[in-house]
T-cell receptor
Framework: DGGITQSPKYLFRKEGQNVTLSCEQN?????MYWYRQDPGQGLRLIYY???????QKGDIAEGYSVSREKKESFPLTVTSAQKNPTAFYLC??????????FGPGTRLTVT | AQSVTQPDIHITVSEGASLELRCNYS??????LFWYVQSPGQGLQLLLK??????LVQGIKGFEAEFKRSQSSFNLRKPSVHWSDAAEYFC?????????FGKGTKLSVKP
């Protein structure tokens, strides 16, 4: 089955630690995205990548980093510089820039 | 910049009743418009999309939406709601290769 996988589903970290969220897709999509979702805030774009080895900042990139070494993978690192990292993180991919398909999400809790 | 407004934060309907979720956008040209649905703790699923052509679009799960340029609206409708439709619904508009999301409308269904 084609789709997007995110792991783990739940992640717990201590404040001050970096943490990496995984996103893999086997849809052969060129573009991949990371969103942050907070209650009542909708989805906010963190980073996106239209092609391997290239990525751009979204609206709320501060405190986050990404890499795109393979077409299938787009990991997101939440660094200790992110002031409020507890949130639900969604990864998406698309072939035509707009029609995006989403993974199941990772809920990150930092205490 | 474009924006998307979903005026209703929470709507409750009775099972079997009709449903309309409102979405307004700001954009000068003909936009790319989407509706997504999210069950609790899950990713987003694409319900339907509008790019051009017929202004009434059909989606999955019995949903439809109508694009009204004069009102800058793309409202989602369903003639008869099922208990399984209880979820959060997001409207989105495409801009510069990315999606701008509304803040969502949570739908509750009364038995």
């Amino acid at each position: 089955d084609g789709g997007i996988t995110q792991s783990p589903k739940y992640l717990f970290r201590k404040e001050g630690q970096n943490v990496t969220l995984s996103c893999e897709q086997n849809l052969n999509h060129d573009a991949m995205y990371w969103y942050r979702q907070d209650p009542g805030q909708g989805l906010r774009l963190i980073y996106y990548s239209q092609i391997v080895n290239d990525f751009q900042k979204g609206d709320i990139a501060e405190g986050y980093s990404v890499s795109r070494e393979k077409k299938e993978s787009f990991p997101l690192t939440v660094t200790s510089a992110q002031k409020n990292p507890t949130a639900f993180y969604l990864c998406a991919s698309s072939m035509d820039r707009y029609e995006q398909y989403f993974g199941p999400g990772t809920r990150l809790t930092v205490t | 910049a474009q924006s998307v407004t979903q005026p209703d934060i929470h709507i409750t309907v009775s099972e079997g009743a009709s449903l309309e979720l409102r979405c307004n956008y700001s954009y000068g040209a003909t936009p790319y418009l989407f509706w997504y649905v999210q069950s609790p703790g899950q990713g987003l699923q694409l319900l339907l999309k509008y790019f051009s052509g017929d202004t009434l679009v059909q989606g999955i799960k019995g949903f439809e939406a109508e694009f009204k340029r004069s009102q800058s609206s793309f409202n989602l409708r369903k003639p008869s709601v099922h208990w399984s439709d209880a979820a959060e619904y997001f409207c989105a508009v495409g801009e510069s290769g990315n999606l701008i999301f509304g803040k969502g409308t949570k739908l509750s269904v009364k038995p």
